[in-house]
């Protein structure tokens, strides 16, 4: 079956750094675009950054531009999330998801916490 398995998050203090890694199986990874989306306490989720299949093209939300850089591997089926400068309003439970026909696919999540 699909499975998408987050990793890499943790507790950083404000203006640091965290890399989180989405490993994704059960599919062809190579064919579909891949996205990172967050979900903070009562807010809804919202999607932070997306790249297509092939991993030339990518586009972030407006809060996380110059911030935050999305890619991914397609020999290793994993997509990352290279979050820098991180402030405490990027706290949240951050989601990747697969763009495959269809509902798509999500993982179960990994928390980020910014705090000091």
């Known amino acids: 079956q699909v499975q998408l398995v987050e990793s890499g998050g943790g507790l950083v203090q404000p203006g640091g750094s965290l890399r989180l890694s989405c490993a994704v199986s059960?599919?062809?990874?190579?064919?579909?675009?891949m996205s990172w989306h967050r979900q903070a306490p009562g807010k809804e989720r919202e999607l932070v950054a997306h790249?297509?299949?092939?991993?030339?093209?990518?586009n972030y939300a407006d809060s996380v531009k110059g911030r935050f850089a999305i890619s991914r591997d397609n020999a290793k089926d994993t997509v990352y999330l290279q979050m820098n400068n991180l402030k405490q309003e990027d706290t949240a439970v951050y989601y990747c998801?697969?763009?495959?026909?269809?509902?798509?696919?999500w993982g179960q999540g990994t928390q980020v916490t910014v705090s000091s």
């Open positions: 790249i297509i299949n092939t991993g030339s093209k990518t």
């Open positions: 998801y697969a763009h495959t026909p269809g509902p798509g696919y």
């Open positions: 059960g599919l062809t990874f190579s064919n579909y675009a």
